[in-house]
């Protein structure tokens, strides 16, 4: 057993009522947390079903479980516990649900029937199954499987380097659509010639209302970096004839037929320029040029259904710190989610009842309710009551006048005892993305560092993605320096406030966060007491080259850094442009096989750091991934954040 499994174990243990009167949110709380996502609601709208996770000590791994919630009562009822199960849809007469779990060969499709029985594999696909979705006459279940890796030549081993990750170790393999009986039997292939896969995940598919087409986004090509490389087709159910829908070549996403079947909906960056906001398009499903429906609202939004009209679209995105649900069509109207303020898994059912995974300020996520949307979302899981009962940090919104004439905002976790009166240190916890966004929601790392006595800064910067297109987009060939400004003036209005003690401020991240906390040390060295900089990309050029995104436009990075003149603009945009002026104290994390943002970034700055003369350690995690996912590994990660600060801090 690892050094890091008994300490969680010992975290579990210490769990619970805190026999000294401290009821703060503390990491052995972690191990009362609860993953919920995916909710379906049934046919019939009785039930809700979703996938509940929970961790296991012992084996230092998340036990996944589908759940089905009674709508009326909350009553709760397991329906499988077999590995792994994910990704339940109901059949549409809803006697049976079809979900995903561990087989001999990966991942395959299961069928439970709702009136008693055991789930049974349907499906045999040699590599597993990555995706799936049910015909509109429930006969039929249209999925996406990954060919088999060719076999080995003997000790011949090598393979062709596209645009991939550092990390590949073989070249990519196709996926394709395949069809297969609700009760089984052999399936058939559907397509050949369309990738409807990479390492960022299997396309999506939407059958047409009469069942006789499907629509998904296939990419041009199978590196990781090919992944923009999309634009939406239609494929004939019975022919397997496949054709274009628009005349774009990448960046089109998440197609579905409108109700009626003559439009196909999909996700497009505003006007095909990859920094800007995502927008919900429209394309005639026989073919045709695509149009925004949804540039009036300027908000990257997604799409999770049309209500029974058959034209009003249900849309959700980021609205300024908290996260919104939009009814669009000849008008559009915001949702009223009371004290909810940011959510996953939005499902829409047959008579527009809807359900998602919400959280509040004060409670982790649970399932909620609204019978309509004119409904206030009712709570029907409790699954955080010993987590929302602790003394918890209380949490504020903040605007301030930002640089370049933007309206800014972040959100404050204050100490559970806090007091105006007194000084505070102040703690960033910078999100990453660029394109995400810190809300309100409660949130495991803002309030375990309020439970220390330090009041927490979450700063939005230009990039996020919830004030429009405008504020989104200037993050294009601005990497670093408008974005750090954005931070700076932020931590000027909250010292404004009085309450900060100005020679106590440290930062702090993981991904874009570790990046920016990597840029802030260097750009404005004399701000900060401390700093911990997770799995920070510190060079721009080890993105384009090394990362699983690689030669993908997106965000601020919008071309090669090897063509004209453009290396050196990198590289003034990279933190490690001002790596010679640090001072602070730092500690360094990341994983050791993280293709999303390599290791090479952290083995820099550790050394630059310490090149300098400066206080730092550099930890690293085995394996894959870009966080570690394990709830050892979780802890292990808090643990050593908080304990540097407080090293730090507490001087």
């Known amino acids: 057993m690892s050094r890091i499994v008994p300490i969680f174990l010992l975290l579990l243990a210490l769990a619970g009522p805190s026999v000294d009167g401290d009821d703060r949110y503390r990491l052995a709380d972690l191990s009362l947390r609860v993953r919920l996502s995916d909710p379906q609601i049934s046919p019939d709208g009785r039930s809700i079903v979703l996938t509940v996770s929970r961790p296991d000590a012992e084996a230092n791994r998340w036990l996944r479980k589908l759940v089905a919630i009674d709508v009326g009562s909350g009553n709760e009822r397991v329906l499988t516990r077999r590995g792994g199960a994910r990704h339940a849809r109901w059949s549409p007469s809803g006697d049976s649900l079809a979900f995903l779990a561990r087989a001999e060969h990966g991942s395959q499709v299961h069928i439970l029937p709702m009136a008693g029985g055991e789930a049974l594999a349907i499906t045999t696909a040699p590599a597993g199954v990555r995706t799936f979705t049910w015909s509109p006459d429930?006969?039929?279940?249209?999925?996406?499987?990954?060919?088999?890796?060719?076999?080995?030549?003997?000790?011949?081993?090598?393979?062709?380097?596209?645009?991939?990750?550092?990390?590949?170790?073989?070249?990519?393999?196709?996926?394709?659509?395949?069809?297969?009986?609700?009760?089984?039997?052999?399936?058939?292939?559907?397509?050949?010639?369309?990738?409807?896969?990479?390492?960022?995940?299997?396309?999506?598919?939407?059958?047409?209302?009469?069942?006789?087409?499907l629509a998904f986004v296939p990419t041009r090509g199978l590196h990781s970096g090919d992944a923009d490389l999309t634009a939406v087709r239609v494929v004939e159910?019975?022919?397997?004839?496949?054709?274009?829908?628009t005349s774009a070549d990448r960046f089109e996403g998440s197609a579905r037929f409108t109700p009626d079947g003559t439009r196909i909906a999909y996700a497009y960056p505003r006007d095909g320029v990859a920094a800007n906001l995502d927008e919900v398009y429209m394309a005639p499903a026989a073919g045709g040029q695509g149009r925004s429906a949804t540039r009036e609202l300027d908000r990257n939004v997604s799409l999770h259904g049309w209500l029974q009209d058959g034209t009003t679209m249900l849309l959700s995105g980021f609205d300024s710190t908290r996260r919104a649900l939009w009814l669009h069509g000849s008008a559009t109207r915001r949702l009223d989610l009371g004290e909810v303020v940011s959510f996953g898994g939005v499902t829409l059912g047959r008579s527009d009842e809807i359900a998602f995974i919400g959280s509040t300020s004060v409670r982790p996520a649970e399932l909620y309710y609204m019978a309509s949307p004119s409904s206030p979302p009712k709570r029907l899981t409790s699954f955080h009551d010993e987590i929302a009962g602790r003394q918890l940090g209380r949490t504020e919104t903040i605007t301030w006048q930002g640089p370049d004439g933007f309206e800014e905002d972040g959100v404050l976790v204050y100490p559970p005892d806090f007091e105006a009166a007194e000084k505070y240190p102040l703690v960033l916890a910078v999100h990453g993305g660029p394109t995400g966004t810190s809300t309100e929601r409660f949130s495991d790392l803002p309030q375990l560092m309020a439970a220390e006595g330090w009041v927490v800064f979450q700063?939005?910067?230009?990039?996020?993605?919830?004030?429009?297109?405008a504020y989104q987009s200037a993050i294009a060939d601005d990497c670093a320096e408008g974005p750090g400004r954005d931070v700076m003036a932020g931590i000027e209005a909250v010292k404004a406030r009085g309450f900060i003690d100005a020679e106590r401020v440290a930062v702090s991240g993981w991904s874009y966060g570790g990046?920016?906390?990597?840029?802030?040390?260097?750009?404005?060295?004399?701000?900060?007491?401390?700093?911990?900089?997770?799995?920070?990309?510190?060079?721009?050029?080890d993105m384009t080259a090394l990362s699983d995104l690689n030669v993908m436009i997106r965000h601020c990075l919008t071309s090669s850094p090897w063509v004209g003149t453009r290396y050196q603009e990198y590289l003034a945009q990279s933190p490690i442009a001002h790596f010679s002026k640090l001072r602070t104290p730092t500690l360094v994390m990341s994983k050791t096989g993280d293709r999303r943002v390599t290791v090479t970034g952290s083995y820099k700055l550790f050394h630059a750091l310490r090149d300098n003369g400066v206080e730092v350690e550099f930890v690293a995690f085995p394996g894959a991934g870009h966080f570690p996912s394990d709830p050892a590994g979780t802890q292990d990660v808090y643990r050593r954040w908080i304990d540097w600060l407080k090293r730090h801090l507490d001087q």
Not at 190 to 205: D, H, K, W
Not at 237 to 245: D, H, K, M
């Open 515 to 541: 990046w920016m906390t990597a840029w802030l040390i260097g750009r404005y060295p004399d701000a900060w007491r401390a700093a911990v900089a997770g799995a920070a990309p510190v060079d721009a050029t």
């Open 459 to 469: 700063p939005n910067y230009r990039g996020s993605n919830h004030r429009g297109n």
């Open 138 to 213: 429930g006969a039929t279940i249209a999925y996406v499987a990954a060919d088999e890796a060719p076999p080995r030549d003997g000790h011949d081993t090598s393979f062709v380097v596209g645009s991939n990750h550092y990390l590949a170790t073989e070249s990519p393999v196709m996926s394709h659509v395949y069809l297969v009986g609700a009760t089984g039997g052999e399936a058939r292939q559907l397509t050949s010639e369309l990738n409807l896969a990479t390492s960022f995940g299997p396309a999506p598919l939407s059958f047409s209302p009469d069942g006789r087409h």
């Open 237 to 245: 159910v019975e022919s397997g004839e496949a054709r274009a829908v």
